[in-house]
Nanobody, 128 residues
């Protein structure tokens, strides 16, 4: 059974930095895409950044480009999202998500119906 466990959410001031981590386990195949989505009340879940397991192709939503960086560790058991220069509009619940049998990072981030595994979410709040 695939499990995704997020950590790192916190309250941070605008302009600050935060690192989210997601420990994953249970994948039955080595071709998958894993990434981060976020959601605020009343809005659909948005793909922030995704990375493919084999090639390491990444995708970032426009608002994340230049500020966020996604990475996996050497053993590829953790995916992290380094967030810099945080803005008020980055406030959301951030979810780690994954889809097996997929290697298109952009596709998974653009279609939140594609991931078939989700973490429980971690709250990121950016304040003045």
């Amino acid at each position: 059974e695939v499990q995704l466990v997020e950590s790192g959410g916190a309250l941070v001031q605008t302009g600050g930095s935060l690192r989210l981590s997601c420990e994953f386990s249970g994948f039955t195949r080595d071709d998958f895409v894993i990434g981060w989505f976020r959601q605020v009340p009343g809005k659909p879940r948005e793909g922030v950044s995704c990375i493919s397991s084999q090639v390491g192709t990444t995708y970032y939503t426009d608002s994340a480009k230049g500020r966020f960086a996604i990475s996996t560790d050497g053993a590829k058991k953790t995916v992290s999202l380094e967030m810099n220069n945080l803005k008020l509009e980055d406030t959301a619940v951030y979810y780690c998500a994954a889809a097996q049998g997929v290697q298109d990072a952009r596709l998974m981030c653009l279609y939140n119906a594609l991931p078939n595994y989700w973490g429980q979410g971690t709250q990121v709040t950016v304040s003045l």
